[in-house]
């Protein structure tokens, strides 16, 4: 395939992935000056029969269509060409440079709140504008998010509605089948029937196995199919509470938006110190002792400004993941603790105020003491004889009179 030109334009270089649908290649322009790069996905039906490719034939025209007007948003590439060539579809999209978020997502490495934030920020922003287009993207997973390298920002690629019907469908009535990724893939998706908050559903998943380290398939339920996991974290409760929402099993207890859950992020987000933008995401599995004990000074630090009623527990050992769980005693103590000092705090820098005004009274007072003294020590300009009037000695009058 590398070297082979797809409608007479795109020439392929490498093979990038191959999925259930088809294939994915990196391929480059040549009908353009710089030959810019774009990816190709070939989309190759299992079932060769007419009827089915008539059927297919249609929805992948409709795909193409949804994809050419989700192109005009930031985070999502550009559709650039799409095209049928030897019973083979192809969708030709831009290309984006950087690395899926599944190199990111490695066991033993936790992601600060921050960057968790920022993921869901960013993700759910792009989830909106793609439900607002009607479009449900039904396989929201970290391959399929890639951080942008020139920004760093979160695309959402690989949309893939046709391939509902490429995947070794052969009953051409059944148009919506389940598609996802176990794991990622809530319950009413599983079966056949995704809905906008089933797309939330995935990228909560991806929050939660930022958090903890712990792939999906790895984390506990209760009896009612809901998730346990928040033992396993270091988060603030309010936004514990933001990802159980995202993620509750039964798609009526979820935010039935991307704009609602959005409003709840960008809510908690105004409450987090800025302190929080400092945090780095710890690998565990290579850090030596000493820059373990670093980090964690460091992680207990930033914990105690943010969430003074955690209990940090033993020290952090490299080859371990740990958890951090609430003590009401000793978030009590800290508490008044904290308020303790802080009112000493303000005590001293009010007495601190207090004397520097005082001093600085007594300077102004000196000075103006200083300046003034030798304008009252003068004489009167009435007591000052005129050097024009000639002055009478003594006596002289009387004895003129005599």
Known sequence: MKGKILGSRYQVLEYIARGGFGTTYLAEDTQIPGRDLCVVKQLSPSVEAPQFLTVARRLFKTEASALHS??????????????????????????????????????????????????????????????????????VKPNNLIRRSCDRKIVLVDFGTVKNLLQGQTNLGQLTVPVGTQGYMPAEQARGKPRPASDVYALGIIGIQALTGVEPLELEEDNQGELRWTHLAEIDPQLAQILTQMTRYHFEDRYQSARSALQAVNDFSQDVPTKLQLTTTIDRSVLDDSTAASAKTENESVARSLLPGINLGNPIEPSQSYSVLPNKQTAASKTNSSSEKSKFTRIIFTGAIALGAVIFGGIYFLMQQTVLQPQLDRPAPSDIPDSSTPRVKQGEGFRKDL
Not at 70 to 88: C, M, N, Q, T, V
Not at 111 to 130: C, R
């Open 70 to 139: 989700l192109g005009s948003h930031d985070r999502i590439p550009e559709l650039l060409a799409y095209f049928e060539e030897e019973e083979k579809f192809y969708l030709v999209q831009q290309y984006i440079e950087g690395k899926t978020l599944e190199h990111e997502l490695t066991p033993n490495r936790v992601w600060s709140q921050a960057q968790v934030i920022e993921l869901l920020a960013d993700g759910l922003k792009i989830l909106d504008f793609i439900h607002t287009k009607g479009v449900i993207h039904r396989d």
